[in-house]
């Protein structure tokens, strides 16, 4: 049975709450809770060292910690090869023996996963050019990437996990990648969490967003929540000392003069202070850091 298959369609794809862990005295996750409904796709956005790859291994059931946590119904700590059918992963560095053809390593997922589908690995390798002959010694390292893509986005699963997964190749591949991810597997029912430090490429397409910083979760919200409370505002000189006064969570100069970002503050008290624009992710995620 597939996991979660006798849960109601409703239920989340994951549900963490109070996650956990620690390494000795350092605290890698420190109660940590969200949710990922089925049909979005969440962005796993912090620095290095902020918890983003042990959250990503504690959904895939690969580390253990306290709390709570479901995936797609599963506890990942007794259920994890009963969720493996169900999920699919994408690591940052795909590890592939340099011996292999591409053939074989398309005859070994066949083999070992019942939904992969055979037909779109190969018209995804053929549209990067990789030939089914080739030994992935031969290959670039933005084709090894291409080629671990291709084998896992052709797996019929309900959750995907990326970890930094177009690390190595270059902006046009990398935006094939998403538009063919959008395109090809996305859907109301399947859900993406994805992990990066690219977060301008994400954007368009995230419909939630997750920062985490030292092991919190510091902003827990939908993309179509940011204009309604966030404001970035393009101060005028003369309005420097009132923007001040008002609070803002950012300052920073620009080429005009200052630009700050606001939290909570009416855009109608905002409005003769500067131009009002709705800030990027990137822009907000180091407001936030900061």
């Given at each position: 049975?597939?996991?979660?298959?006798?849960?109601?369609?409703?239920?989340?794809?994951?549900?963490?709450?109070?996650?956990?862990?620690?390494?000795?005295?350092?605290?890698?996750?420190?109660?940590?809770?969200?949710?990922?409904?089925?049909?979005?796709?969440?962005?796993?956005?912090?620095?290095?060292?902020?918890?983003?790859?042990?959250?990503?291994?504690?959904?895939?059931?690969?580390?253990?910690?306290?709390?709570?946590?479901?995936?797609?119904?599963?506890?990942?700590?007794?259920?994890?090869?009963?969720?493996?059918?169900?999920?699919?992963?994408?690591?940052?560095?795909?590890?592939?023996?340099?011996?292999?053809?591409?053939?074989?390593?398309?005859?070994?997922?066949?083999?070992?996963?019942p939904?992969?589908?055979?037909?779109?690995?190969?018209d995804?390798?053929?549209?990067?050019?990789?030939?089914?002959?080739?030994?992935?010694?031969?290959?670039?390292?933005?084709?090894?990437?291409?080629?671990?893509?291709?084998?896992?986005?052709?797996?019929?699963?309900?959750?995907?996990?990326?970890?930094e997964?177009?690390?190595?190749?270059?902006?046009?591949?990398?935006?094939?990648?998403?538009d063919?991810?959008?395109?090809?597997?996305?859907?109301?029912?399947?859900?993406?969490?994805?992990?990066?430090h690219?977060?301008?490429?994400?954007?368009?397409?995230?419909?939630?967003?997750?920062?985490?910083?030292?092991?919190?979760?510091?902003?827990?919200?939908?993309?179509?929540?940011?204009?309604?409370?966030?404001?970035?505002?393009?101060?005028?000189?003369?309005?420097?000392?009132?923007?001040?006064?008002?609070?803002?969570?950012?300052?920073?100069?620009?080429?005009?003069?200052?630009?700050?970002?606001?939290?909570?503050?009416d855009?109608?008290?905002?409005?003769?202070?500067?131009?009002?624009?709705?800030?990027?992710?990137?822009?907000?995620?180091?407001?936030?850091?900061?």
């Amino acid at each position: 049975m597939r996991a979660g298959a006798e849960q109601e369609e409703r239920e989340p794809a994951i549900v963490a709450d109070g996650l956990t862990k620690s390494y000795g005295a350092s605290v890698v996750l420190d109660d940590v809770s969200f949710v990922v409904e089925r049909g979005s796709i969440v962005g796993l956005v912090g620095p290095n060292g902020a918890g983003k790859t042990t959250t990503l291994k504690s959904i895939l059931g690969l580390t253990s910690f306290a709390g709570n946590l479901k995936v797609l119904g599963v506890d990942p700590r007794r259920g994890r090869h009963t969720i493996m059918q169900d999920v699919g992963f994408i690591a940052d560095v795909g590890v592939l023996p340099r011996w292999l053809k591409v053939a074989q390593a398309i005859d070994y997922v066949a083999g070992v996963h019942p939904r992969f589908d055979r037909t779109r690995a190969v018209d995804r390798l053929r549209d990067s050019g990789i030939g089914l002959d080739r030994r992935v010694r031969q290959l670039s390292k933005g084709m090894v990437t291409q080629l671990h893509l291709a084998l896992v986005m052709s797996i019929d699963v309900d959750l995907l996990v990326l970890d930094e997964p177009t690390l190595g190749l270059d902006i046009v591949h990398r935006k094939a990648f998403y538009d063919r991810l959008l395109r090809d597997y996305f859907d109301d029912k399947r859900s993406i969490i994805i992990s990066t430090h690219q977060v301008e490429e994400i954007e368009p397409l995230l419909t939630d967003v997750l920062f985490i910083d030292r092991g919190r979760i510091v902003l827990d919200l939908g993309t179509n929540e940011i204009a309604e409370r966030f404001a970035e505002v393009s101060v005028d000189a003369s309005a420097v000392d009132r923007a001040l006064a008002a609070g803002p969570i950012s300052v920073r100069e620009t080429m005009a003069g200052k630009s700050m970002i606001f939290e909570g503050v009416d855009r109608a008290l905002l409005a003769d202070l500067g131009e009002i624009v709705t800030p990027g992710l990137a822009d907000l995620f180091v407001a936030r850091m900061s």
